[in-house]
């Protein structure tokens, strides 16, 4: 099954500030999902983008994805310090499985 | 709406003790159910998935083993921890009927071997 692998591990910026986190995967997908996860809690689904598309948004969140350089990134805009939470993409295959990786930290400072 | 319930929250377990945690779904039927786990500073690892009653695929060959006894029961056990069994076990489904197959998280369990 696919993999994504997040970049960069870390960020940290400040509130008000947009936060650019990127993805990538190295085989063909049919969707690709972004995931978040506040600590010590389980993952929140939260946008997803298919093979077809380009560019997706949801309130403060845009996701893009190149399927030629089988990359995606997702930009949160004026972010917020409850936006501090580790971000996981999650590319799909063929199959019903998904695979995560390691994640982005984002760390938000008031 | 649907949810998903795991228990317990936290446990802490001796080495070569049992385990036993459970997840369950309410407002969904025919879900496909899966256990992952996570490693301090790691990603997910899918431990096990399940596309219905008593079918179980396992992804990664360790001292775990899953069982489905019902549509929406799903269990994660061992008969004997190890130190490395430690971690924070999430419990996920989703939609069979779903294109896209989005997947949602139960709350988790952290589970420490001592």
């Known amino acids: 099954s696919q993999q994504g692998e997040e970049d960069p591990q870390a960020l940290s910026i400040q509130e008000g500030e947009n936060a650019t986190m990127n993805c990538s995967y190295k085989?063909?997908?049919?969707?690709l999902q972004w995931y978040r996860q506040n600590s010590g809690r389980g993952l929140v689904h939260l946008i997803l983008?298919?093979?077809?598309?380009r560019e997706k948004h949801s309130g403060r969140l845009r996701v893009t994805l190149d399927t030629s350089k089988k990359s995606s990134s997702l930009l949160i805009t004026a972010s917020r310090a409850a936006d501090t939470a580790s971000y996981f993409c999650?590319?799909?295959?063929?199959?019903?499985?998904?695979?995560f990786g390691k994640g982005t930290l984002l760390t938000v400072n008031p | 709406s649907q949810t998903i319930h795991q228990w317990p929250a936290t446990l802490v377990q001796p080495v070569g003790s049992p385990l036993s945690l459970e997840c369950t779904v309410e407002g969904t039927s025919n879900p496909n159910l899966y256990w992952y786990r996570q490693a301090a500073g790691r990603g997910l690892q899918l431990l096990f998935y399940?596309?219905?009653?008593?079918?179980i695929s396992s992804e990664v060959p360790q001292n775990l083993s899953a069982s489905r006894p019902q549509d929406r029961q799903f269990i994660l056990s061992s008969k004997k921890l190890l130190l490395s069994d430690s971690g924070f076990y999430l419990c996920a489904w989703s939609n069979r009927d779903s294109r896209f197959y989005e997947q949602y998280f139960g709350p988790g369990t952290r589970l420490t071997v001592t």
């Open positions: 983008i298919r093979s077809n598309e």
């Open positions: 999650a590319p799909r295959g063929s199959n019903y499985k998904l695979t």
């Open positions: 085989t063909s997908i049919n969707n």
């Open positions: 399940s596309v219905g009653i008593g079918q």
